[in-house]
């Protein structure tokens, strides 16, 4: 009896340890965070062992793709972080999702757009789509307005003056 009644114990004592290790993974203390965690989740630590558990599992997510994100990715992240998880309240997170999800639909239609703008375009010209323009056929050289020479030396002819009559023929309004 006393072999089961250890055993019991034993059981109890396991399975307590075991339900507190999961409950740390799943809501960490900012102690049981990882240095690397505490540094890219800093802006927040004041706030940390006051959030729920699904917001850290989130942020810890987040901070585990962190190293994968482009340096403006982690700066906008690092700038953004303490607003959205203090300042926001949850609807407002959730309405800031779906306009950004509207956003990235939005611009997914415009670059398919521009794109077949891009193949048109390159179609009329006669060349690949991703060819610069003037690859396959080299636009003529802009023309300059230049004064139309002059039978008698370089100075162009001058205007009559305008209180005189122009001569007969001139092109013009006529002043009577």
């Known amino acids: 009896m006393a072999k089961a009644l250890l055993g019991i114990a034993l059981s109890l004592c396991?399975?307590?340890?075991?339900?507190?290790?999961?409950?740390?993974?799943?809501?960490?203390?900012?102690?049981?965070?990882?240095p690397e965690q505490q540094q890219i989740l800093a802006p927040i630590q004041?706030?940390?062992?006051?959030?729920?558990?699904?917001?850290?599992?989130?942020?810890?997510g987040i901070a585990q793709r962190y190293p994968k994100m482009t340096p403006?990715?982690?700066e906008r992240f690092q700038?953004?972080?303490p607003e959205w998880v203090v300042t926001l309240t949850p609807e407002q997170r959730r309405t800031a999702r779906e306009k950004y999800k509207e956003w990235e639909s939005e611009r997914e239609a415009m670059r398919k757009k521009w794109d077949e703008y891009t193949q048109a375009r390159s179609a009329e010209d006669g060349r690949k789509p991703d060819e610069p323009p003037g690859e396959a056929e080299k636009p003529a050289e802009p023309r300059t307005a230049e004064p139309p020479a002059h039978a008698g030396g370089d100075a162009p002819a001058e205007s009559p003056p305008a209180n005189e009559p122009a001569p007969a023929g001139a092109a013009g309004p006529q002043r009577q």
Do not use: F, I, Y
């Not at 396991?14 to 740390?24: C, E, F, I, P």
């Open 14 to 34: 396991l399975g307590l340890s075991v339900a507190q290790a999961q409950t740390a993974r799943s809501n960490p203390t900012w102690a049981q965070l990882t």
């Open 46 to 60: 004041g706030e940390w062992d006051k959030l729920d558990a699904v917001r850290k599992r989130k942020l810890l």
């Open 72 to 74: 403006q990715e982690q």
């Open 79 to 81: 700038e953004r972080m």
